[in-house]
């Protein structure tokens, strides 16, 4: 039986090859978009989840109580680790890992090659599960940064040798070249994780970094823990807590929370520290629109089914007469419809491999698992069946409902629940089309004001040479780069535009509230380079040696953080600060020991997410490391980089000259952001070309329908207009109420999006006008094709058998 209703539905299908074609593109199409959606919510899903003891696993947090809010940082003391796994049993073990930029000298390469590098101890080997093919990287050997390579690096770099005991120089950013002991080679580290790496480099801590420090100065950096099954979390919490405000004999500034491995990449908002991280949202998001997809391409289908009950209800009548049963005829009408989605599934199966390398490209990473692994695959093919059962479930039910007598009376066409049916579902495709176009308009507007807002400095032409060592050629190199042809301006600074609010922090109080104030240094001419805007006083004069800091005694200085807040120095303020702080140029505040000179525009010194921050700049005079900031006449960028590339070799033959621009730079803060615009533009092209398909053979149905009423409108004097119009206004009239739906939705939805920016629009009312004014031109362009075709059909041949 299931054999012959398979070859019935075969032939029927090739019968009707514009409904069909019509059906197969429309599930094709939406198959293959929810497969390759699916695919990156897999892999977005799935970081963190290899690692065997990867449930025992947390990433240590540091909550700054000093802020409102209490700020969390995913960070902790580097004495964090050895003392807390001494001090409490819980803890079985820990490791301080970071993921790095390394350049390693290998082959015939002078200039280095780049690495990420999961800069860890040795330790991280009895926490995560690499598997070590050669050497014994656990065992540290001294006097050396031990390196353990990839097998792929091992064969490309060291081809049918054994690079174990090898040294190897890097070509480090600031500081002498190191040499870097093979002491293993690993399998590839997994791409999905968040410590995704090329190289591991192990290093050993002095005695006084394994301490937890009480006061003074201490480093900060990304600590892991592993603790013992069945430990109680939320209570070790609490333990670890009063632990560290034992030994400090007082409250401390920090308290301490614990991250779940497996939360890291998804469930973290540190861009700052951590480079390779997700978001969750952006998986619901994804989520939402494969459904959507599918979706759509389901209503699709069953609408254009159901359409289809006036073609099918002689057939219908013809078999119950015959003594068909309903259940026979339901298996009939079902067998057909999953033939449907089984042809569909292949293509889009057939599509889906051409798609992955487009889709590795687009998230940046080789992809680990895919649909056609065995478990996945098997899933998809059960969730096809099910969906293809559930779909077609109801259209075969309608089909095989009619009786006999009720076909031969042509009653059929009355069934309201039909009508309805089909209404209610051109109104669900249409909703979800108009609020994905209105989303994509809101998102391309946020990043659009953010690419266009004011920051309070001059974003554009300016060059940023990587952070590096400058020595006591600093002040030599950046005056030859000035004589440069194009160049109007050059600032060494350890702060730049992405690098996060500043380059140090002081914590005070105003009115009753705890906040951080930051601090920027750079030489005398950083407010020139930038163009800052000056609101009243005087910049920093590079001819005046009393405005700057002296850079030698910066440092030799016992804390860079002491001396910038002890020395009584002229400062460059932001109107904000000058505000918040109640302070004033050219008088002492007791809120800090500098004097401004100088009132600057504010300017925002982190992205758009995050709210403007209080600031105070200060001068250092020949400062030997930083960031080396360029401003350039616009043309004149190639020549510009010519030339410093060339002084650059002159002057540090061992660095290697990297570069950006602080326009890319600021985008690349919004990359997220980005990349969801260009998510929401590709699918709501996608969901609109399925809708439209849905309505274009709805109409053809429809106008199949009405071919005799068009006939003796079109004898009675009918224009082509008037036919149009006839066919087209009750879908159009549908296609209005979608519009007032869709708008609440789409408006909630961005407004719940917008709230993670501290600076974002106001959601306007044009944006729905537009999307829904949009939505009925595409419609109504769908529907007028087949209505014109219908109204230039000739009534002889509609009227011929009357």
Same mark, same amino acid.
């Given at each position: 039986m299931f054999k012959t209703n398979l070859k019935i539905a075969w032939r029927s299908l090739w019968k009707h090859k514009a409904y069909s074609l019509i059906n197969i593109i429309g599930l094709s199409t939406g198959l293959v978009a929810c497969l390759i959606v699916a695919t990156v919510v897999i892999d977005e899903l799935s970081y963190d989840h290899q690692w065997t003891k990867g449930d025992n696993i947390y990433r240590v947090l540091s909550v700054n109580s000093n802020v409102k809010g209490a700020? =969390?940082?995913?960070?902790?003391?580097?004495?964090?680790?050895?003392?807390? &796994?001494?001090?409490? +049993?819980?803890?079985?073990?820990?490791?301080?890992?970071?993921?790095?930029?390394? #350049? !390693?000298?290998?082959?015939?390469?002078?200039?280095?090659?780049?690495? =990420?590098? $999961?800069?860890?101890?040795?330790s991280v080997f009895r926490m995560f599960d690499f598997n070590i093919i050669q050497g014994n990287p656990?065992?540290?050997?001294k006097g050396y940064t031990n390196l353990v390579i990839s097998k792929k690096i091992s064969e490309q770099y060291f081809p049918g040798q054994n690079p174990l005991g090898k040294v190897i120089y890097n070509l480090p950013e600031y500081g002498k070249p190191g040499q870097y002991l093979i002491t293993g080679v690993v399998e590839s580290i997994p791409q999905n994780t968040h410590l995704r790496a090329d190289i591991i480099t192990l290093n050993e801590y002095a005695a006084s970094e394994n301490t937890l420090p009480v006061s003074g100065y201490f480093t900060f950096e990304p600590v892991y823990v592993l603790l013992k099954a069945g430990t109680n979390v939320s209570q070790l919490t609490q333990?670890?807590? &009063?632990?560290?405000e034992k030994g400090m004999g007082k409250k401390g500034d920090y308290s301490t929370q614990f991250q779940p491995l497996k939360d890291v990449y998804l469930k973290s908002d540190f +861009?700052?520290?951590?480079?390779?991280?997700?978001s969750i949202k952006n998986v619901y998001i994804f989520s939402a629109v494969a459904a959507l997809l599918l979706l759509i391409a389901c209503i699709n289908?069953?609408? $254009?089914?159901?359409?289809? %009950?006036?073609? #099918?209800? =002689?057939?219908?009548?013809?078999? =119950?007469?015959?003594?068909?049963?309903?259940?026979? !005829?339901?298996? #009939?009408?079902?067998?057909?419809?999953?033939?449907?989605?089984?042809?569909?599934f292949l293509l889009a199966i057939f599509a889906y491999p051409f798609l992955l390398k487009p889709l590795e490209t687009y998230l940046g990473h080789q992809l680990v698992s895919n649909l056609y692994?065995?478990?996945? $695959?098997?899933? @998809?093919?059960?969730?096809?069946?099910?969906?293809?059962?559930?779909?077609?479930?109801?259209?075969?039910?309608?089909?095989?409902?009619p009786k006999p007598v009720v076909i031969l009376r042509d009653?059929?066409?009355?069934?309201?629940?039909?009508?309805? !049916?089909?209404?209610?579902?051109?109104?669900?495709?249409?909703?979800?089309?108009?609020? /994905?176009?209105?989303? @994509?308009?809101?998102v391309h507007?946020?990043?659009?004001?953010?690419?266009?807002?004011?920051?309070?400095?001059?974003?554009?032409? %300016? $060059?940023? /040479?990587?952070y590096t060592e400058w020595g006591k050629s600093a002040r030599s190199f950046k005056q030859q780069i000035k004589e440069i042809p194009g160049v109007e301006s050059a600032s060494i600074s350890d702060w730049y535009p992405t690098s996060g609010a500043g380059n140090m922090s002081r914590t005070i109080k105003v009115r009753n509230e705890k906040m951080d104030v930051f601090f920027i240094q750079g030489d005398a001419d950083l407010a020139k380079v930038l163009k800052l805007q000056l609101k009243s006083g005087r910049v920093f004069d590079p001819s005046l040696s009393t405005d700057a800091m002296d850079a030698d005694s910066l440092i030799s200085g016992s804390s860079k953080q002491t001396l910038a807040l002890k020395a009584v120095e002229p400062l460059l303020i932001t109107n904000y600060t000058a505000g918040l702080l109640d302070m004033k140029l050219n008088s002492k505040t007791d809120k800090f020991e500098g004097i401004p000179v100088g009132i600057v525009k504010d300017f925002y010194s982190e992205s758009l997410h995050n709210k403007i921050k209080p600031t105070i700049i200060q001068a250092v005079s020949n400062p030997q490391w930083g960031a080396m900031l360029v401003r350039v006449k616009p043309g004149t960028e190639k020549q510009v980089l010519t030339g410093i590339d060339k002084l650059y070799k002159q002057y540090y033959p061992e660095k290697v000259f990297k570069y950006d621009w602080i326009s890319d730079q600021l985008n690349e803060q919004y990359k997220a952001e980005f990349k969801l615009q260009q998510l929401f533009t590709c699918f709501s092209l996608l969901i609109v070309f399925l809708a439209c398909l849905g309505l274009f053979g709805l109409v053809s149905f429809t106008a199949e329908q009405r071919v005799k009423e068009i006939g003796i409108r079109k004898v009675l004097g009918a224009g082509i207009g008037d036919i149009v119009g006839l066919i087209s206004k009750d879908y159009l009239w549908l296609v209005s109420i979608s519009i007032l739906i869709a708008t609440p939705i789409a408006w909630y939805a961005m407004s719940k999006w917008l709230q993670d920016f501290a600076y974002r629009i106001d959601i306007q009312w044009w944006v729905f006008a537009l999307a829904g004014g949009l939505a009925v031109i595409i419609a109504f362009v769908t529907i007028s094709f087949q209505s014109v075709k219908a109204a230039f059909a000739n009534p002889v041949k509609s009227l011929r058998s009357e």
């Open positions: 700020e =969390k940082m995913p960070v902790t003391f580097s004495g964090f680790g050895p003392s807390v &796994k001494k001090d409490m +049993p819980e803890v079985a073990d820990y490791c301080r890992a970071s993921v790095r930029n390394e #350049r !390693l000298q290998l082959g015939n390469y002078k200039e280095g090659i780049a690495f =990420k590098a $999961l800069k860890a101890e040795t656990q065992k540290f050997v333990k670890v807590n &009063k632990w560290y +861009p700052a520290v951590q480079d390779i991280h997700g289908f069953v609408n $254009l089914t159901i359409s289809r %009950v006036f073609n #099918r209800a =002689k057939e219908t009548g013809v078999r =119950k007469v015959l003594g068909a049963g309903k259940t026979q !005829l339901l298996i #009939r009408f079902l067998s057909e419809s999953i033939l449907f989605f089984v042809i569909s692994s065995s478990a996945y $695959l098997f899933i @998809t093919i059960c969730g096809v069946l099910l969906i293809s059962f559930c779909t077609g479930l109801y259209p075969a039910w309608f089909l095989s409902r009653k059929i066409s009355s069934d309201l629940q039909l009508n309805f !049916l089909k209404k209610a579902l051109v109104v669900g495709q249409f909703v979800i089309s108009v609020a /994905i176009i209105g989303v @994509t308009f809101i507007n946020q990043i659009n004001f953010m690419n266009h807002k004011d920051l309070g400095f001059d974003k554009n032409n %300016v $060059l940023n /040479i990587s």
